[in-house]
């Protein structure tokens, strides 16, 4: 008498051979084939849903002039900032020198464990650059190197996100594609939703434990 497991094997075995793809394809999702304004809107829809803060701006500028309000509303003192493309054209030391806030950067530090203890325990807020804005779930994509340091949009308490407009992407999976089509990955990349958020074993939301508490995104252009 057959046994049920050697049943299972044969059939397995005497099952026809298919070709499973690699990756697999796109799904069908509305966000693709949404024009300009329209994907726009799906990102700071989403956005604001998973409690992020949305400005826009139509030009550095006045992305600069938002900034300025943000950090006299906030009370903000000393921000650590980027270097990436994103955020140098801002020029972000002259702009803190006319509203009394430091500005710092990694490269004001000659150490690791300086710019580590400064980014945790000395300043209100992080400033970056982002990659990639994910209309689907409101999401920011940043790709981490020399010039995009992973703790200063992890350690301080508020992190604020300078997303220039053409940087706004459908859907995940052209981020991800983009990302790692090239010849030399990065060494570090993260998606970003919203504030950090965990939960205790009764289901009590928190957050900032493991990140910032709040999350504003200037969107400019």
Do not use: C
Not at 41 to 50: G, H, I, K, L, S
Not at 139 to 149: E, P, S, V, Y
Not at 151 to 179: D, G, M, T
Request: no cysteine; hydrophobic share 40%; glycine share 8%.
């Amino acid at each position: 008498m057959k046994s049920a497991r050697n049943e299972i094997l044969g059939r397995l075995k005497a099952a026809p051979k298919t070709k499973i793809p690699i990756r697999p394809f796109l799904p069908l999702q509305k966000e693709v084939s949404l024009g300009k304004q329209e994907l726009v809107n799906r990102f700071a829809e989403m956005f604001e849903a998973e409690t992020g803060i949305f400005y826009r701006a139509k030009n550095n500028q006045q992305a600069l002039e938002k900034l300025t309000e943000i950090v006299k509303r906030e009370g903000l003192k000393s921000v650590m900032v980027s270097t990436d493309g994103v955020v140098t054209a801002l020029d972000l030391p002259a702009w803190g020198d006319k509203n009394d806030v430091k500005v710092m950067s990694p490269k004001d530090f000659k150490g690791r464990d300086d710019f580590k203890n400064s980014v945790f325990d000395s300043v209100d807020a992080g400033i970056t650059g982002v990659d990639f804005a994910v209309a689907e779930s409101g999401t920011l994509g940043l790709i981490h190197d020399r010039d995009q340091a992973r703790l200063i949009s992890l350690a301080p308490i508020l992190h604020i996100a300078i997303v220039p407009v053409e940087r706004i992407i459908p859907v995940y999976e052209s981020v991800v594609e983009r990302v790692f089509k090239k010849e030399k990955y990065p060494s570090q990349f993260v998606f970003i939703t919203g504030p950090s958020m965990t939960g205790d074993i009764q289901g009590h939301l928190f957050k900032g434990m493991h990140g910032p508490r709040r999350v504003i995104v200037i969107l400019v252009g």
